[in-house]
């Protein structure tokens, strides 16, 4: 068995280095949690995770237009998953200054070490191109997530994390089934050779379908969406913005390679009709629940339930200029979404997330600037100029128009409208407000530079990329 | 540069408004400053700009047909000598202006605002960067109309300029999108390259799209109603933004379409025929009016209505030079207006004034002046844009245009005269109590001491206010005279080759199609100004003659009783906006509020749209918490893809 | 579907041999019961207190951390069987497993995963 004894090429170590960066570095934060003295022991571990993501970041961008591949087809690197790679560390990254409550403090760095596996796991997804790596990143990404939504001392964080726990498991399991089935069909677990069409057409759609609910619960698209909003307000603040953005990454990968490059030509657009239906169910839905909420978390949920179907909605008609598309709004979408929850963070104490919608109101007297990169962040998030978001909208209903999708393009604009109201309440809560109770005011504040950092970044992003909404062209014929 | 030019009044607006506070008194000059420094730039940029194509700054360029960028051509070029110039002289002025109000640091935080919008407009290169400072200089406007927020008509002024305002926008929107789906895609450019081969029915839909726009942003019928009460803002912002640069949107925007207006005649006739009939109107209802302002106002909106017929015939040059010389006489109108009225501590109203000749001797031949060139006089510098405008229709074959022109003029020498006579000729009749001159008690309560205090504390020294007024008279004068000069010689004048304006119109130099006028051009001017003298005389004999003077108060109480009610009530137009528009949409309103919770977030949300509302409600009771509950969603959801997908696989 | 028909079959005999397990001995036994026979059986002491009861997390941790590394170290089986297929690379793959393991419990150990307090 001469395969079995150098399976691994240099090939492979490239296609799989930010992987392996980010895979190895979690062990290095658990030794020097054990080694580094007590005072240091948050510090190190928040330092050493920050320089793995930015390394595993900086290897990640090294690939550019080598697309190798690992795992014998199973992982290909290359723009594509370049891409989500940079997504997923930028979402991780962004929310470690958030870290700052994750936990007690002797659970720091076994936090962070599970988030950087559970960064792993969406690194792997975003190149995944056979069922059991699509599998293997998942549960990773899903597993450590489990842990890492119970690390808050609130009786809520555990809740959620149960919630999350059994409701995912029972996604995963569809899924898993419908892998199994299209595995029967084809008697391949390679996604390219789904694509062939060959083998039992009802297994074919049968497992594309389970397959679809699995990916479509990890976006949390109406109607698997029920666990979202809980499992967002009862998780600690940094874990809560990480999923936001990294799951939604990694499923995002799987979901348009899935879309892309494994269904049959002939059967594609109408296998993929329910994730179109979904899309749009959670364009409306999102925005018609953000309507009623009263905490920000639960709020960001919606809202994110909703801007994720924005941006499957790119995906609509599969076409090339809809995957640059979707893949711009997603990068947006995770600098508003990092910028928002970074406020939240703002605005957090000790013991309190600043989370509650009260906490806003007259914001806009007591914190102009929190309250300014706030508006500007949920200007952004409804899709107004002069932001990422409108420009990505904007995109997004050009290509589903251009893809034959107009009823897509009308549902965005409807839940855009919903939308906008949701989030102009917030702003002329800020702003309309002088009467603040929050205690938060008289609380002396301490200075939070790399907060600032965070939300300055995102803030710069989201308005810099209202102006160039290029993303790279030569991402498409990787994803195959 | 061109980026320093559009982006450094942003810049100072975002420095004001971030450190006003800090910045106290200089917020004026840096908010002048840079203003006047975008005028430097313009002026560096113009010898570029002659020469080539237009400078060009590409910003953006997206697939499909979107491309942003910044474009100066000689067309917007104009615009922003005005934008800037004119504007960077009113900043000045509003130093002296604006001492003393409270909010000093946000009023000129939102003048720059507004130069920048204006600025986005006439710069961008393609249709998408245009409405977008299209609806910013409306947002600006909003913010200045309804700067006074503390005075109920000032609130009232503001929303109805913005919700006009938005028709408008609806309209450029609906023009824009017409033209994208005819031409796929948004840059002038690209549309004016392909206006040729449009079906006549596109091109026509598409200006009259565009047109709504013009029609609500320069104050043209049916939609003209929100200019004479965007007077409750400041004057400075009255003199800026109503009269110089951004109620002329509108004329740009059909100078910037010309390719669009020429293949369709029916867009033609029809902006040609608002534009006589704005102008006639304006003038009449500038009749009757006694506030000093609203005369203005009406003035300028008689005025817009020449441009816009001038560029809606096809005399597109004869429509720019008014423009052009009509930014530098009513913004002289405006800032004198403004010295008197500071001077009279915020009183408007011509009747309590009369005699201030002697006491304002600065601004009575400020006023004089830019009365003198806006009648036509003949050497100023409305009499040559005024007349190549009238006689421009005639040469573009609209003899009735050309009719209204013609009386319109006299009417406006009547009308700006009797403001001049009743202001600063007989004596002065502040002391007079106002039932004796017919004044109807004001609706607003007495805000002088809120308003532009200027007058308790400090003074700004006069010459603040009067340097930049001194500055703006001398082109009231002689800005004419660009038209002089052809290449027929240096003393024939007018027409496609003028040597001087020629630069600023480069663009329709190829364009004139004249037809050989019935009248010749001395006789239609000689015309014009036997209609002009009759108007100043008439308004003579009436308000100034020593007859006149000498029973005043008498004459004036009369005027103001008897006067045409439709007049007074100008021409109904708001009263029909009322019955048409308004009364059923506050009917749908009030409906709607009985059912919705008028109640506002305080934390809580309460203010829920009802069946949005009623949807989040419905879903939040669904989203128990119990997760049986949401496995049974997840459950029926993975039913419903199972259904679909079993079907499909079945089926196939 | 014929590939499946023996799957059906297949699963068809477990369910029917496990349900039958479960049923036949109820259905046949003769019951006689005497007290010996209620008896807890064989060994242990009398139960205290219902099985339902609560247990110590404690309890749960240890057992945990007890499955995770007995089923990671269950892994060392089958790579025993193919070490010499698998030469040097397996070696070094089962070096890194191994190491990953030392590192999870020299954590587990240092933080106090194993104190029964």
Partial sequence: MPTLIAPFGNADWLALAPVLVVAVAPLVVLLADLLVPRALRRTSALALTALALIVAGIVSLQGWGHPFSAFGGGFQAGGFTIVFQEVALLGALLSLPLAGRLGRDDQTGGGLALLLWSTCGALLMAGASNLLTIFLGLELLSLALYCLCALAAAPSAREAALKYLILSSTASGFMLYGMALLFGATGSAQLAALATGSGSHVLLALGSGLFLVGFAFKLSLVPFHVWTPDVYEGAPLPITAFMSVVTKAGALAVLARFAYAALPQADAQALLIPIWVIAALSMIGGNVGALAQTDMKRLLAYSGIAQVGYVVAALAGTTPLGLRYAMFYLVAYAFMNLGAFGIVGLLSRDHEEGSRLTAYAGLGHRRPFAAAAMTFFLLALAGLPPTAGFTGKLLILASSVDAGYGWLAGVLIAGTAISIYVYAKIIYAMYARRTGTAPEAQAARRPEPLRWLGVGICAVAVFVMAFYPLAPSDVLPQVK | ?652 | MSPYVPVAIFLGVAVAAATAFVLVPGLVARRKPNATKSEAYECGVEPTSDVGGRFPVRFYLIAMLFVIFDVEAASFYPWAVQMRALRVYGLLEMAAFVVVLGIGYAYVWRKGGFQWR
């Fill in chain 2, 1 to 652: 540069m061109i980026f320093a030019l559009w982006l450094l009044p942003f810049a100072g607006a975002l420095a004001i408004w971030a450190f006003g506070p800090q910045l106290k008194r200089l917020a004026g000059a840096l908010g002048a400053a840079t203003v006047l420094t975008s005028f430097a730039i313009a002026l560096a940029l113009a010898g570029q700009t002659f020469t080539g194509r237009g400078v060009k700054a590409p910003l953006v360029s997206w697939a499909q047909g979107f491309s942003f960028g910044l474009l100066l051509d000689p067309l917007s070029l104009l615009w922003v000598f005005v934008i800037t110039g004119v504007g960077g002289l009113i900043h000045v002025y509003s130093i002296g202006y604006m001492s003393g109000d409270r909010a000093f640091a946000r009023f000129f935080a939102y003048m720059n605002f507004f130069v920048f919008a204006m600025l986005t407009l006439v710069l961008s290169d393609n249709f998408v960067g245009l409405l977008v400072g299209w609806g910013l200089v409306g947002l600006a406007s909003y913010f200045l109309i309804g700067f006074w927020f503390f005075k109920p008509s000032a609130v009232a002024a503001a929303r109805k300029a913005f919700v006009i305002n938005v028709v408008g926008d609806i309209g450029l929107m609906f023009g824009i999108f017409v033209l994208f789906a005819a031409t796929h895609t948004t840059t002038y450019a690209g549309v004016f390259a392909k206006a040729g081969s449009l079906a006549p029915l596109t091109v026509t839909l598409a200006c009259f799209g565009l047109f709504v726009a013009c029609a609500a942003k320069s104050a043209q019928l049916p939609l003209h109603t929100w200019l004479p009460d965007a007077m409750e803002g400041p004057t400075p912002v009255s003199a800026l933004i109503h009269a110089a640069t951004m109620v002329t949107a509108g004329v740009y925007l059909i100078a910037r379409c010309a390719p669009l207006w020429d293949v369709s005649p029916e867009a033609r006739a029809l902006v040609g025929t608002i534009g006589a009939l704005t102008a006639l109107t304006g003038a009449v209802l500038g009749c009757v009016q006694w506030d000093i302002k609203r005369i203005l106002a009406y003035s300028t909106m008689s005025q817009i209505g020449y441009m816009i017929m001038g560029v809606g015939v096809g005399a597109y040059q004869a429509g720019i030079l008014h423009f052009y010389t009509h930014a530098f006489f009513k913004a002289t109108l405006f800032l004198g207006a403004g010295i008197l009225i500071h001077a009279l501590h915020d009183e408007q109203d011509v009747r309590k004034m009369g005699g201030l000749a002697r006491r304002q001797p600065f601004a009575f031949w400020a006023m004089t002046v830019g009365t003198l060139a806006i009648i036509g006089f003949p050497g100023l510098s409305g009499f040559f844009s005024k007349d190549a405008v009238i006689y421009g229709t005639l040469e573009h074959g609209y003899p009735l245009l050309y009719a209204i022109g013609m009386v319109t003029a006299g009417i406006t020498a009547y009308y700006m005269c009797r403001m001049l006579f009743v202001t600063f000729f007989g004596s002065y009749r502040g002391d007079v109590p106002s039932a004796q001159l017919g004044v109807a008690a004001s609706t607003n309560p007495p805000v002088a001491h809120e308003a532009p205090s200027g007058h308790e504390g400090a003074h700004a020294p006069a010459w603040l206010m009067q340097v930049p007024v001194a500055l703006l008279m001398i082109p009231s004068v002689i800005a004419g005279y660009v038209w002089f000069g052809s290449r027929d010689g240096p003393l024939a004048y007018g027409g496609p080759g003028s040597l001087w304006f020629g630069y600023f119109t480069t663009n329709f130099a190829t364009r004139a199609e004249a037809v050989q006028a019935a009248v010749p051009e001395w006789l239609s001017t000689v015309l014009v100004l036997a209609l002009v003298g009759i108007g100043a005389f008439v308004a003579y004999r009436r308000y100034a003659a020593s007859a006149a003077s000498a029973n005043a108060v008498e004459r004036l109480r009369a005027e103001s009783l008897t006067a045409w009610r439709p007049l007074t009530r100008a021409l109904y137009f708001d009263d029909a906006i009322e019955l048409v528009f308004v009364r059923p949409a506050s009917a749908i309103g009030a409906a709607f509020a009985r059912v919705v919770d008028p109640q506002v977030l305080d934390g809580a949300v309460r203010d829920v749209a009802w069946l949005a509302g009623w949807l989040g409600r419905e879903m939040r009771a669904l989203q128990t918490g119990l997760v049986r509950g949401y496995a049974l969603v997840v459950v029926l959801g993975v039913a419903g893809f199972l259904v679909y997908f079993a079907w499909f696989g079945t089926v196939r």
